[in-house]
């Protein structure tokens, strides 16, 4: 699959998970909309991460000729997603909300941030 074709998919996935983390980050928690919409954002946060796994690094030190630390996110996502998700199950709320709160300043608010970095992706979009 073509870069461009990866990034349209990332990009399809991850901006709804930014609005969706920010209701859930807002909303009443363990009503039937926040279990919802959580697994929609999990699902998507998912996909998102596997998808930038296929996406060689651009900018930076490389491992392997295609990580980058911005790969770090991806990781820190497949980690996160389900282990959160199974402290909610196993009822350990705390660490659930602390998962939570971690993917999504992480993974969503750092990780956006960086890709309006000169020499990036949205950077060559929004800037150029």
Do not use: Q, W
């Not at 859930?24 to 279990?35: D, V, Y």
């Not at 998808?51 to 651009?58: E, N, W």
């Not at 900018?59 to 909610?88: E, K």
């Amino acid at each position: 699959m073509e870069y461009s074709e990866l990034m349209l998919i990332h990009l399809v996935t991850v901006v709804p998970c930014f609005f969706i983390g920010t209701i859930l980050l807002l909303i009443k928690k363990g009503t039937n909309l926040h279990k919802k919409l959580g697994l929609v954002y999990m699902i998507l946060m998912m996909i998102t991460a596997c998808v930038t796994l296929f996406m060689p690094a651009h900018l930076g030190t490389r491992v392997l000729n295609h990580f980058g630390l911005i790969h770090s996110f991806s990781f820190l996502t497949i980690y996160t997603v389900p282990t959160a998700y199974i402290a909610a199950k196993k009822g350990d709320i705390k660490s659930h909300k602390r998962k939570m709160i971690l993917l999504y300043f992480g993974a969503i608010i750092i990780a956006g941030a960086f890709t309006f970095t000169p020499g990036r992706y949205l950077y060559e979009i929004f800037f150029r």
